[in-house]
């Protein structure tokens, strides 16, 4: 195992008990990211504060242009992550599934962002490659549809989360 994995996964591991019931045990525990696709919002958002910005160098010296392309890309690309993807802890136990809050800084749970019962919560469509190293697993958790971006270091707990929450073919 990664070892950055395994010292993000301890971590989780000694603050969950406090997220968790009498009795419940964790089976899969992943990071993934929730939302809007961080990467289209982030090409969106980079756009627009190049087109904002270009304009603003037009009066220097055209070589000094590419610095303000440069610092719209940076702003753009940091503002438009931050502001959309809303990264999660994924926890599959033996009665629900829990997603918590990430911190920012030290990406420990904050949290809990959802918790559903097991029962009412399945994979929808098919877990497919997201590319740029993500896979998306669709969950339908009741009427919501949560589209998880999985990162590859966390690509066997994803496969494991889909085939636990894969719905049943009837009798």
Known sequence: ?????KRLLDKVRA???S???PGEQPQVILQAVTGANPWLITGIVTAVAIAIV???GIADILTSIWAYVALGALVGAATGAALVASSS???LTDRRVLLLKLSFWDQTP?????AR???NVRTHGTPASGGLGYRTVPLRMGEETKVLRINRLWQAEAQ???TALAPQPPP
Do not use: F, H, S
């Open 15 to 17: 603050l969950l008990p």
């Open 89 to 91: 802890w994924v926890v």
């Open 110 to 114: 904050t949290g809990l962002r959802d």
């Open 1 to 5: 195992m990664n070892a950055r994995k």
């Open 54 to 56: 270009v304009p603003l």
């Open 160 to 162: 494991e989360l889909a």
């Open 19 to 21: 997220y968790l019931e």
């Open 117 to 119: 019962p097991r029962a």
